[in-house]
């Protein structure tokens, strides 16, 4: 089956530093894959997303880079900031338009 | 734009007992999705709909969770009887169509005792 997953659990950047929150995947079947970010008590938010046909997409602040041929996926968050403190998730559409998640990095922001 | 209502906010009840959650998509969306998060998990799909036909339910436990869609805008999910294990955070999400951006809820938090 598929399955996403992370490979931090937790990471601690200092505010004003970029992050780096990484993800592999297994269905390379996938043909489109989304960042999410989710606070306290919250449902997910949607960040940015990518379809399979590219490997880097841009928005404010942010960048997915997609690398396919060693599934891995990755969030780039320029000059982080505390209010990006939360736990991030990747997920993929896989058959079906069926949305898998991988189990989530926290992200702590030190002021 | 109004975002997903989902209702209510928390809920305990006994094992064996039933539960219902309701949802209220953002207007126009037809694709509805109930997702289960575990305590330190990421959200796990339960159903997907799309207007009020169902597109996915394969992991759905169809002996004790149902779920409806009527006239393809608000949705039910229905547990009967619940299980320790049921315990979690339940959220309905919409989009206007598959794979494209999803919007969340804040979830119903069931705790099963």
């Known amino acids: 089956g598929e399955s996403v997953g992370l490979h931090l659990p937790t990471l601690s950047v200092q505010e004003g530093d970029n992050s780096i929150i990484n993800c592999a995947y297994s269905n390379s079947a996938s043909d489109y894959f989304i960042w999410y970010k989710q606070e306290s008590g919250k449902g997910p938010q949607f960040i940015i997303d990518?379809?399979?046909?590219?490997d880097k997409r841009q928005g404010q602040r942010v960048t997915v880079l997609l690398n396919k041929t060693v599934k891995h996926l990755s969030l780039q968050i320029a000059a982080t900031q505390p209010g990006d403190s939360a736990v991030y998730f990747c997920a993929q559409a896989g058959g079906y338009q069926k949305v898998t998640f991988g189990t989530g990095t926290k992200l702590q922001v030190i002021p | 734009e109004a975002g997903v209502a989902q209702s209510p906010r928390y809920k305990i009840i006994e094992k064996r007992q039933s539960v219902a959650f309701w949802c209220n998509p953002i207007s126009g969306h037809a694709t509805l999705y109930w997702y289960q998060q575990i305590l330190g998990q990421g959200p796990k799909l339960l159903i997907q709909f799309q207007n009020n036909g169902v597109v996915d339910d394969s992991q759905l436990p169809k002996d004790r969770f149902s779920a409806e869609r009527l006239k393809g805008v608000d949705s039910t999910l229905k547990i009967q009887p619940a299980k320790l294990e049921d315990s979690a955070v339940y959220l309905c999400a919409s989009s206007s169509q598959p794979i494209t951006e999803a919007f969340f809820g804040q979830g119903t938090r069931l705790t099963v005792v």
């Open positions: 990518i379809r399979s046909n590219m």
